[in-house]
């Protein structure tokens, strides 16, 4: 994908989704039992992604200031290799990370800096989304900084991926676009409905997936594998280890090219949010940066997302319980989980290419409780 290596200044692997890069960097750079530093909220599959790779999820403790890792208690010497999340696009503090294997999850974070340098430059991998900032359904991109990783890198790709469905692929475009369709011509809520009716979101318990321990136990003795965990990372994109076919690649290409048109919108609405009493601190620090989403922190955040939907504004991407809570047992538990708890209860993420549409609501939103 030109845009994202010329952005980087790295040979990038296309790849049907960001998650399966994920996976590819993890068992690339990590040996199966080393201890892997991540942040304690993110997406489901991620935590099981690093299961599949056979490495100790070690869960960091959690910055109120940016929903990322505090790496000012985080015990580095105690990992092996750090998992970065950029939650939202707030960049994570990577000069702290130095001297360790770092694999960059730029999923939220494709436009992000951090002093002045792209994400997914510091890590040994950096893992772009085309189904985030470019909103292409589906796709992924792995950065890596040596053509001999590369090549390594493709080779383990071209062994997990599986035959492509043409006619879903088609589906899948098309529902993308109508989805972007039903958010510029404010459409949202018939669409939210549509959606459920055909049975189009995937079942969660409350904002996560069903954990099922018994048969995780089941998977981990298989580890590292990751079809053995396909029943977890599969979650909201079932095919993400099918190859893409000449509309899918077309249509990601198409949506990546858009993206630098949407910067100034992007800008405009994280400093109109910034504004707001319940944004979280780091956004007012990073008013330079065309963030995914801009993170507010609120009373009832469940009440918030309910208002939002009866007028037309879809809130996502919301990570709760945090992983200590998700999967006791499964992890190192961090040593504070207090303000991840906190964070993951009551942030309430707002796409600022539609703040004006949100701000309404979000003007009478009572700040979160004290941490």
Known sequence: MKPIAERTGRHCLRLPSNRLGLYLALRHWCTPGQRLLMSPISAD????????????????????HDGNIDVGRADLSQVDAVLTTNLYGLPDQMSAFAGKIVIEDVAHALESTFEGRPLGTFGQAGVFSLSK???????????????????????????????????????????????????????????????????????????????RPDSLDEALKQVPCLPAFDQWVCADLHDFRARRGRVARWYQSRRLAKVPAERDRRLDGVRLLAELPTVAAAVR??????????????????????????????????????????????????????????????????????????LPILMNLLPAPPL
């Open 45 to 64: 599959e991620i935590l099981f992604l690093v299961l599949a790779a056979g490495l100790r999820p070690v869960i960091a403790p959690l910055s109120p």
């Open 133 to 211: 900032h470019p909103a292409a359904g589906s796709g992924g991109v792995l950065a890596v900084e040596h053509r001999s990783d590369l090549a390594a890198l493709q080779q383990a790709r071209d062994e997990l991926l599986v035959p492509g469905a043409p006619l879903r692929q088609l589906f899948d475009v098309a529902t993308s676009m109508g989805r972007q369709t039903a958010l510029k011509l404010d459409l949202v809520r018939p669409a939210l409905f549509l959606a459920r009716r055909l049975g189009l979101q995937e079942p969660r318990e409350g904002y996560r997936i069903a954990l």
């Open 285 to 358: 620090d990073h008013l330079d940066q065309p963030l995914f989403r801009v993170p507010l922190l609120v009373r009832d955040r469940d009440a918030a997302v309910a208002e939002l939907e009866r007028h037309g504004v879809a809130v996502g991407y919301l990570y709760d319980p945090p992983y200590d809570d998700y999967a006791p047992g499964y992890t190192d538990p961090s040593p504070d989980p207090g303000p991840a708890r906190w964070w993951a209860r009551h942030v309430l993420p707002v796409n600022p290419i539609y703040a004006s549409r949100a």
